[in-house]
């Protein structure tokens, strides 16, 4: 089969920041410099161009909050409280539990900053269970929306943008935080990445903390319990090797994380709502786009490839 006729491909979107080998669109994204690092866990920037009426009905699933800047289209997303809808807005995005259902019509344009785990407790932001399946915009939370929409020049690149969104980060950890992050967070967000089939009484053990202290941290800071996060980390890396933004040599390590095929299909017909063949066959790019800059941002701190380094789907 060719890759014109690939199942799973819509081909009526263009990406002026490029496509996976399987043809799905990418964004450009990075890591943080190293001052941002407890808050930020990785910039991106998404330009999609469309015919003016298509409609892209998708989703997303995401482990983190993250900061989310809408510059082009029309968009609707189906959050905990309701559908919401808006066209240039800057937003907070919750954490998900399962697939937030997400359509945009005409070309579209989306910048922003995945947060770190307890980066909302630290800059006062509203705690993150409570942000679970839901949004606000900048302007319900009294945060600057029309400073940060007038970030983004339409004449400069997309490095340029992030750096806009590095300085705007530094005066919100300056003006708002009181702290760094729990280093407890942050190393149970690396075990995670790294293997989120492990042990939570052998991980306590591991960090040093009473099991009953990792999990109050882990949900005060994630929004879920331990046992919640990794399922949901272990269903991601699984949806990503299904989208072909994973590194495939991983391909039967992420398998055996399942006891069999129905555990599987179980599993991740619970987070995303449909079956792992539905989810291969149905075109996502949405959902594609945001799995790709999360795995770029786990390949890196589990060190399977150098930050800003080539990514096996490309």
């Known amino acids: ?4 006729n690939k199942p799973g491909v819509d081909h009526t979107i263009v990406s002026p920041n490029g496509v996976t080998k399987d043809g799905q669109p990418i964004s450009y994204s990075r890591a943080p410099a190293s001052d941002l690092e407890p808050w930020v866990g990785r910039f991106y920037v998404t330009v999609v161009d469309t015919p003016p009426d298509h409609r892209l ?3 997303l699933l995401s482990d983190f909050a993250s900061i989310r800047v809408q510059l082009r289209g029309k968009w609707e997303a189906t959050t905990a409280d309701g559908v919401r809808m808006s066209d240039r807005a800057a937003m907070l995005f919750g954490p998900h539990s399962r697939r937030m259902p997400i359509s945009v019509t005409g070309s579209f344009t989306s910048v922003g900053v995945f947060l770190r785990p307890g980066a909302c407790h630290a800059l006062k932001l509203p705690v993150t ?5 839901r949004l606000s915009t900048f302007t319900e939370l009294g945060l600057p929306e029309v400073r940060w929409l ?20 530094r005066k919100l950890a300056f003006d708002r935080s009181v702290r760094e992050p729990e ?11 790294a293997d989120p089939t492990v042990n939570i009484a052998q991980l306590a053990h591991d960090l040093g903390v009473e099991q009953r202290r ?24 699984m949806a990503s090797h299904l989208r072909g933004v994973a590194d495939q040599e991983e391909a039967e390590a ?22 792992p063949r539905q989810f291969t066959e149905r075109p996502q790019p949405l959902m594609t786009l945001g799995l790709e800059t999360r795995q770029s ?15 096996p789907w490309e």
């Open 183 to 193: 280093a407890i967070s942050a190393r149970f967000e690396a075990e995670a990445f």
């Open 254 to 275: 992420l398998a055996l994380r399942y006891y069999d095929q129905s555990h599987l299909i179980r599993e991740f017909t619970a987070m995303f709502g449909m079956s």
């Open 57 to 59: 009905d998708c989703g």
């Open 214 to 237: 990792l999990e109050r941290i882990v949900r005060r800071d994630f929004g879920m319990t331990p046992k919640q996060v990794l399922r949901r980390a272990r269903a991601l890396d």
């Open 129 to 133: 269970t409570s942000l679970i399946d």
């Open 297 to 311: 941002r786990r390949l890196e701190v589990i060190q399977r490839i150098a930050p800003g380094g080539i990514k």
């Open 150 to 169: 007038g970030l983004f020049d339409p004449e400069a690149t997309p490095e340029e943008w992030i750096a806009a969104m590095e300085a705007e980060m």
């Open 1 to 4: 089969m060719s890759r014109n």
